[in-house]
């Protein structure tokens, strides 16, 4: 396990319909995040998980997106109803908690979303 | 206001320089702070984790200063290899364990 892998790394898709991304964090992180990020903007916040559980989602993650650690390994990220607003970059990142403290995050590569 | 804010940039500087970024955050229970880099169409990468005594990694200097809610990082001697983002980054521990980035700013070092 050599770091945070994204797939697909490019998708494009057509307004409207639906597209699922997954990642997989570093193995022994319980952290993950999602991320949005678009063309001269830092990475926006969408949700994080501790373990299996999702606690918090940011306020940009309409009903249309939907994110799941079933087993608190991997995790999908789900947009239904795609539209031209949602083509971005979506980065998945893990870092581990502890009573330590917490490690940096670390990034998979992204998936880059068009949508025509 | 934003949860973290950053001067955008870009600074456009020559090789050898020194050059100094601020980042502002929001939350006065923010725990953690680090700075990142990023390179064009590239995943973020930790650059160097932010201490309350202040801490250097070579020719990069990150500072904290908690009362007035503001970052710093320095980098001295500017190589061309340093243009990239740099983005700031606090993890709040209000409550819930969120990593907030900023929008980055720019550095171009020229020849």
């Known amino acids: 396990d050599t770091g945070v892998s994204q797939n697909p790394r490019h998708k494009i898709t057509k307004r409207g319909q639906n597209v699922t991304f997954r990642c997989d964090p570093i193995?022994?992180?319980?952290?993950l995040y999602w991320y949005r990020q678009t063309l001269g903007q830092g990475p926006e916040f969408l949700t994080y998980?501790?373990?299996?559980?999702?606690?918090?989602k940011s306020r940009l993650l309409s009903d249309r997106f939907s994110a799941e650690r079933p087993k608190g390994s991997f995790s999908t990220l789900e947009i239904q109803r795609t539209e031209q607003g949602d083509s971005a970059m979506y980065l998945c990142a893990s870092s581990h908690d502890s009573q330590k403290g917490q490690t940096e995050a670390f990034f998979g590569q992204g998936t880059r979303l068009t949508v025509v | 206001r934003k949860e973290v804010e950053q001067d955008p940039g870009p600074f456009n500087v020559p090789e050898g320089a020194t050059v100094a970024f601020n980042c502002t955050y929001s939350n006065s229970a923010s725990q953690s702070f680090f700075w990142y880099r990023q390179d064009c169409r590239k995943e973020p990468k930790l650059l160097m984790s932010?201490?309350?005594s202040g801490n250097e990694d070579g020719r990069f200097t990150a500072q904290l200063n908690r009362a007035s809610q503001y970052i710093s990082l320095l980098i001295r001697d500017s190589k061309l290899s340093d243009s990239a983002t740099y983005l700031c980054?606090?993890?709040?521990?209000?409550?819930?364990?969120?990593?907030?980035f900023g929008a980055g700013t720019r550095l171009f070092v020229k020849a």
């Open positions: 998980f501790q373990n299996e559980a999702q606690l918090e």
């Open positions: 980054v606090v993890i709040e521990g209000t409550g819930g364990f969120k990593t907030i």
């Open positions: 932010v201490y309350s």
């Open positions: 193995s022994e992180h319980n952290r």
